[in-house]
């Protein structure tokens, strides 16, 4: 599953939106319903589409940010949001430096 996790294809803009929103703290509905917006003209279901984003943004496995299928519409209750942000703000290190590198740059390039 993680193969298929690295190997789906996920959008810069959204990623990226993503970060900025998680860098400010946002609720967690606030980042869904960004990635759900963004990627609303490409899916016409986008709830596969919008956890990957957060797998890939976050780098969370897909059972930490599973229970955001449940805030589609932008909403989450408070075991949902606690949960997940707190997901989001252990693996900050990690997704925060990726953030700060210029788009397009890559890590394996040398």
């Not at 990226?16 to 016409?44: N, P, Q, W």
């Not at 299928?69 to 900050?92: F, N």
Request: negative net charge.
């Amino acid at each position: 599953m993680a193969m298929l996790v690295e190997e789906a294809d996920t959008r810069t803009e959204v990623i990226e939106a993503l970060h900025r929103l998680a860098e400010r703290r946002a609720i967690v509905g606030e980042m869904i319903r960004c990635a759900s917006d963004k990627l609303a003209a490409d899916y016409k279901h986008p709830l596969l589409p919008v956890l990957l984003h957060f797998v890939k943004a976050f780098d969370l496995p897909l059972g930490e940010v599973l229970p955001i299928r449940e805030c589609l519409d932008g909403k989450c209750d408070a075991e949902t949001e606690a949960r997940v942000s707190a997901a989001i703000q252990r693996t900050r290190p990690r997704w925060s430096e990726a953030a700060a590198r210029p788009t397009g740059a890559n890590s394996s390039a040398g």
